[in-house]
């Protein structure tokens, strides 16, 4: 089983990502074919934007994963690692308070879309699960940041000792 949360943990996110991408490719390129044919598709545009907004929210949850997410750094090259440390996690903390609020809001609104029943206009699924892509990848999203807040923490209680022992050896190496 530990196996098994461990796969998903690692992998979740591409499986996701490799999915809709295989989709929305393999859709464009049958319109474009069945374009040449003179028999175009009416949903095939719908799905492969509906692909693609699933693409991105999920594709903030593996740049969060892979700490590849934009970032502006010009504070954190005259830090020490500790300070560089803290500011990530303090801005970690503003991430996750943005994450919880589009997530509950993100929620609240695919709800509202599927009680109300609405549905796409060419391929009848309903809007809410369009609109689920929000809620879906801001709470992998905040997983990945609690995960990554985790890693701090260790990363800052590590560094001290090891700061320690490095101003020791560096003392040792001068005295000797």
Not at 27 to 55: N, P, T
Not at 63 to 80: M, W
Not at 146 to 160: E, N, P, R
């Amino acid at each position: 089983m530990m196996k098994i949360i461990r796969w998903l943990d690692e992998h979740i996110e591409k499986v996701f990502l490799v999915f809709f991408s295989v989709i929305m490719v393999a859709v464009i390129f049958l319109q474009v074919v069945m374009r040449q044919l003179d028999h175009s598709l009416s949903w095939s545009e719908e799905l492969a934007r509906y692909c693609f907004i699933w693409l991105i929210y999920i594709g903030i949850s593996l740049g969060v994963k892979e700490q590849k997410h934009v970032k502006i750094d010009a504070l954190l090259v005259v830090l020490s690692k500790k300070g560089q440390t803290v500011l990530h996690f303090i801005a970690n903390l503003f991430f996750m308070a943005f994450a919880v609020y589009v997530l509950i809001f993100g929620y609240e609104l695919a709800n509202q879309l599927l009680q109300f029943g609405q549905k796409s206009p060419a391929i009848q699924i309903p809007m809410g699960f369009v609109y689920m892509a929000t809620p879906v990848g801001m709470g992998l999203t905040l997983i990945r940041l609690v995960q990554h807040q985790i890693k701090l923490i260790g990363t800052f209680m590590d560094k001290s000792s090891k700061i320690e022992t490095i101003s020791k050896d560096q003392e040792r190496r001068i005295t000797s």
